[in-house]
């Protein structure tokens, strides 16, 4: 069964960090483009960060020189460290895959379930 699963959200005050997890099971990850997305309450899901296959990288402009997206092939798992959280950044977060190297919510093939973040003081 294909499967992606995240992991890491919680409780984080402002200006804190967190790291995000998300393990594939059942394919493999490195021949995917992957994208970290997030839908706050009563708003659309968007995305966030993205890593390709061949790791070029690309950041939603909200959250450059804060978060990073790095992928580790050998672990099967892609990761989203957020530093310097705002309130702004609180939302389920979830990962997803794709051939294609997108942050369209659309083109993404594969959802992970979410995993929660909420920046509050």
């Known amino acids: 069964q294909l499967q992606l699963v995240e992991s890491g959200g919680g409780l984080v005050q402002p200006g804190g960090s967190l790291r995000l997890s998300c393990a594939a099971s059942?394919?493999?990850?490195?021949?995917?483009?992957i994208g970290w997305f997030r839908q706050a309450p009563g708003k659309e899901r968007e995305g966030v960060a993205g890593?390709?296959?061949?790791?070029?990288?690309l950041y939603k402009n909200s959250v450059k020189g804060r978060f990073t997206i790095s992928r580790d092939n050998a672990k099967n798992t892609v990761y989203l460290q957020m530093n310097s959280l705002k309130p702004e950044d609180t939302a389920v977060y979830y990962c997803?895959?794709?051939?294609?190297?997108?942050?369209?919510?659309?083109?993404?093939?594969?959802w992970g379930q979410g995993t929660q973040v909420t920046v509050s003081s």
């Open positions: 997803a895959a794709s051939v294609s190297f997108t942050l369209r919510v659309s083109d993404m093939t594969f």
């Open positions: 059942g394919f493999t990850l490195e021949n995917y483009n």
């Open positions: 890593i390709s296959s061949s790791i070029v990288t």
